[in-house]
């Protein structure tokens, strides 16, 4: 196939009329043996032109139908531990059959981690490639009718994908705030949830979404456990949630109880937010696979985050607790995303991406998992919220036909932020000059560079405000003096681990390595400082972020430099 500049040369040699039929034919009565001799000759030339300019087109990055940019999925389970699929921890008790197989077809990354370990912070950082905590946010989530976490004229990950010729589809859970409309507009509340029995008018848009942050399109949830409970397709919600909430304990645990009486649509039934999210995606990667462009697919997962709430397949079908089934359920989910690639016929320009927000959570039937034999962390300190690894390491699994050795592993160090500068590289394109502040791409280790170059060090963040940084084989742990609300405004306790040979965390070292541990809380305070961790000249930090002392408040004022 001649590339996308041939024509306009080809127009200046009348290519057409050198290749029409009433030109190409053998010698006669019309043609006589000369004559075809020399378009036979124009013929070959033309032939190796076009291999030229083909070659020529391919090195500058154009791509035809037959040769365009790879198809991107990328898959995020909720509160999905490290310790989470069978096959990278075999003796661990919940079949995760699909998931297996995605192992065994691709990459697994064992030094993976979410930015933050929780929720929005994690889903900010993978879509924007910067760490949440340099914005206004400094500790939790997004809570009920808060307004976006991203800006509006920040560059999102999905949106550079759209510039760059992407069809961007987002199914599943948001979590990042909406500009909710109603008598007042959405604030920055101290108190979790504070806006939740305030009036919103739902027949209206909702601005500030996927929609608005770079996606072409939407289907899905805020997200199950805080209101308004109902669908939302791109900025309008679906089904007006016209009820109120009734807490239905026989089909899902673990659900607020503060939201009963809070705004839900008809007939909602927690157990069916999967199904109808996997059923969605499915759809949509069918639908997509038909189109001439390129997609992103951002299939955001509700499970097992709670409500636990598996759907009647699954209730069960682990023999071990609800939360193993919800595990259970959301490996299938995976997987019938999966089989949908390859059904549709394009896997082998498919990349698709299996990770998690954070570690498992702990509160959701931790302790039935583990009396059954079950590691969420793996040989990880902690959970879902906390500083150490288990609340932040997580399964990343990438499979990428042709590209990706398959049943490999890598032992080089992510970020989930790192999924942006590694998605321009895949299309060879530049990072924009403003924005993905702290990604770096792994894409050499991915492809299984024997000696990819290593990452700059690693910020990681807690539930409540509490960073960690990773440099290499070594932690430095910032953690809090006691309870959020009592450690306020006090310094915190600083902490060295040696990760090669402590990965449990048990050893603090900051007395035996002084040196090292002054070196690290340094190296910290300028990269939260310089407000990016790639070498940029436009980077600054939303509010002034606090690293040594505990932070006074969940919303940090807005920095005046800004």
């Known amino acids: 196939m001649i590339c996308g500049l041939c024509p306009v040369v080809a127009q200046r040699f009348r290519v057409r009329d050198v290749f029409s039929s009433r030109h190409v034919q053998s010698p006669s009565t019309k043609t006589n043996a000369g004559?075809?001799?020399?378009?036979?000759?124009?013929?070959?030339s033309f032939h190796c032109f076009a291999v030229i300019c083909s070659a020529l087109c391919l090195s500058i990055g154009i791509s035809t139908a037959a040769d365009r940019q790879p198809n991107i999925i990328v898959i995020l389970a909720d509160d999905f531990g490290v310790g989470d699929i069978q096959a990278h921890y075999p003796a661990n008790k919940i079949a995760t059959p699909h998931l297996d197989r995605l192992v065994r077809q691709g990459v697994s990354f064992t030094d993976a981690h979410s930015p933050s370990a929780v929720c929005s912070p994690t889903r900010y950082g993978l879509l924007?490639?910067?760490?949440?905590?340099?914005?206004?946010?400094?500790?939790?989530?997004i809570a009920a009718y808060e307004p976006p976490l991203i800006a509006a004229n920040r560059i999102t990950l999905p949106g550079f994908l759209r510039q760059h010729g992407y069809h961007t589809s987002c199914v599943g859970k948001w979590h990042l705030g909406w500009d909710w409309q109603g008598p007042q507009a959405p604030r920055m509340t101290e108190a979790r949830n504070g806006q939740k029995n305030m009036q919103w008018d739902f027949e209206q848009s909702i601005t500030g979404g996927p929609v608005h942050r770079g996606f072409d399109d939407f289907f899905g949830v805020d997200l199950p456990n805080i209101p308004p409970f109902t669908?939302?397709?791109?900025?309008?919600?679906?089904?007006?949630?016209?009820?109120?909430?009734v807490n239905d304990t026989s089909i899902q645990e673990y659900m607020p109880q503060i939201f009963a009486g809070c705004p839900v649509a008809p007939g909602w039934k927690l157990d069916r937010i999967m199904p109808e999210l996997t059923a969605e995606a499915v759809r949509k990667v069918h639908e997509l696979a038909d189109q001439e462009k390129p997609f992103f697919l951002y299939f955001s997962q509700t499970s097992p985050h709670e409500p636990v709430s598996p759907s009647e397949k699954f209730r069960g079908a682990s023999g071990i607790a609800p939360i193993a089934d919800f595990v259970m359920e959301t490996d299938w989910s995976a997987g019938q995303v999966i089989k949908a690639v390859d059904a549709a016929g394009i896997a082998d320009n498919t990349i698709i991406i299996f990770t998690a927000d954070n570690g498992h959570s702990h509160y959701t039937g931790w302790n039935e998992l583990v009396n059954a034999g079950h590691a969420p962390s793996g040989e990880y300190r902690g959970h879902k919220g906390d500083i150490w690894e288990g609340g932040h390491r997580v399964p990343l699994v990438v499979r990428w036909p042709q590209h990706v050795t398959a049943a490999s592993t890598s032992n080089h160090m992510v970020s989930l932020t790192d999924l942006f500068a590694t998605c321009a590289e895949i299309i060879q394109q530049d990072l924009p000059a403003r924005g993905a502040e702290d990604s770096v791409s792994f894409l050499s280790a991915a492809l299984g560079s024997a000696s990819p170059a290593r990452r700059p060090a690693m910020i990681n963040h807690s539930n409540h405000g509490e960073f960690a940084l990773r440099d290499g084989q070594w932690k430095l742990v910032l953690r809090n003096r006691g309870p959020l609300e009592k450690s306020r405004g006090q310094n915190r306790i600083a902490e060295l681990y040696n990760l090669q040979e402590d990965p449990a965390e048990t050893t603090n070292l900051s007395i035996t390595e002084p040196d090292r541990l002054a070196a690290m809380q340094t190296q910290l305070q300028k990269l939260v400082s310089r407000g990016a961790t790639r070498d940029i000249s436009i980077a600054a930090n939303d509010s002034d972020v606090?690293?040594?002392i505990t932070q006074q408040k969940r919303w940090a004022d807005a920095s005046s430099t800004k």
């Open 35 to 44: 004559e075809f001799k020399d378009m036979v000759t124009l013929h070959r």
């Open 128 to 141: 924007t490639g910067r760490y949440a905590w340099r914005t206004q946010l400094q500790e939790w989530v």
């Open 231 to 245: 669908w939302i397709r791109n900025d309008r919600i679906a089904i007006l949630p016209t009820q109120k909430y």
């Open 546 to 548: 606090q690293v040594q």
